[in-house]
């Protein structure tokens, strides 16, 4: 397989006018050469944060505070799953996941609820797609076992040392909510030494210092942050320190366009757009420990093609900008997930 166009090749996203060689999955090369092709190639994004379990709750809630939406265990969309019938939450999160593939997403890290069984349901969700998953289950220790590792809450709603050792001692990730509402859940959430945190809306200098120190990763979600009115982390200050991805976090609150969570966080954050597009696609993988997020040879392909002669890209002059402020999943042309 061959795909050309600009290519928008290592971590840098140099922008090479050529082609694509892929053999068995993999990039073979990265060719240079004069082509016939307006397309942009880059990596398929991963959105290092979701839970996409509310889509059976899309828009509800308007009205209701952070703590009233999602608090465990009778937060609105708690309340939702459990009386949501399985068929209808697994064709749900199927209609979710495919949107994610058609928007450019190659990859996404999820926080289950519903403990083994909503581990199965995802897995279900997931058949005959191509998008690869990392799905951190919730709720009891056994979902470890079923999934990739754990997704904690916050460790204001229990302090989850059972869970972080069953997690150490699977080789499986921990993740956790932090400073989302407030900075009190913070430090209790850096004591379990996590594998990567979660929001840090509220993340004070000696948090910032702490981050460092550790290199704990951060994954940000402002456009979740926006709609539920917490305010927004300190991402330049986080990506000084540590690795910064994006998410886009509960499907009821906003759709997992990555597009959307780039462009929002070019207009809040004095951030170049090559750091941007790292946190949405290289930073995501190996907060995630994937082998993706980079076009260059030795790496799967798994590649986001972008159709630069439409009447939305047409005339960019510069690629990378243009991806992370202008592109939108209209202008996708195909979503190559092969390795």
């Not at 979701?50 to 828009?59: F, N, Q, R, W």
């Not at 030494?193 to 402002?222: G, K, N, Y």
């Not at 790496?299 to 439409?310: I, K, M, N, T, W």
């Amino acid at each position: 397989m061959r795909i050309e166009g600009t290519v928008l090749r290592g971590r840098e996203f140099e922008p090479v006018e050529g082609r694509v060689v892929v053999e068995d999955g993999e990039i073979a090369a990265v060719e240079a050469a004069s082509v016939d092709s307006d397309a942009i190639v880059c990596p398929a994004f991963v959105n290092a944060h979701t839970h996409i379990g509310d889509s059976i709750a899309k828009e509800a809630g308007e009205g209701l505070t952070l703590e009233e939406l999602v608090a465990p265990p009778d937060g609105l969309k708690h309340r939702l799953l459990r009386q949501a019938d399985r068929g209808e939450l697994v064709a749900a999160m199927a209609r979710s996941l495919s949107y994610m593939e058609q928007s450019g997403t190659g990859a996404f890290v999820e926080f289950r609820e519903g403990g083994v069984d909503g581990v199965a349901a995802i897995r279900a969700a997931l058949r005959g797609s191509d998008l690869e998953s990392v799905i951190l289950g919730r709720e009891t220790v056994e979902a470890i076992e079923a999934g990739d590792g754990f997704g904690a809450s916050g460790a204001n709603d229990a302090d989850f040392v059972a869970e972080r050792r069953a997690t150490r001692e699977a080789g499986k990730l921990f993740g956790i909510h932090a400073g989302e509402v407030d900075s009190t859940d913070i430090y209790p959430a850096l004591d379990l030494d996590p594998d990567f945190v979660v929001h840090m809306v509220h993340a004070e200098t000696l948090h910032l210092q702490r981050v460092a120190d550790s290199e704990i990763p951060i994954v940000v979600c402002p456009r979740s942050n926006c709609t539920t009115g917490v305010g927004q982390p300190p991402v330049e200050e986080l990506a000084e320190r540590t690795t910064v991805a994006l998410g886009t976090d509960n499907v009821f609150l906003n759709n997992p366009s990555m597009f959307r969570e780039m462009a929002l966080t070019s207009q809040l954050y004095d951030l170049p757009a090559r750091e941007i597009l790292r946190m949405a696609t290289v930073n995501g993988a190996e907060v995630a420990g994937l082998d993706g997020g980079v076009v260059e040879a030795g790496r799967p392909a798994r590649l986001c093609v972008l159709d630069g002669d439409s009447d939305n890209l047409s005339g960019v002059r510069d690629p990378v900008r243009a991806v992370v402020r202008r592109a939108e999943t209209a202008d996708v042309e195909r979503v190559v997930l092969a390795g």
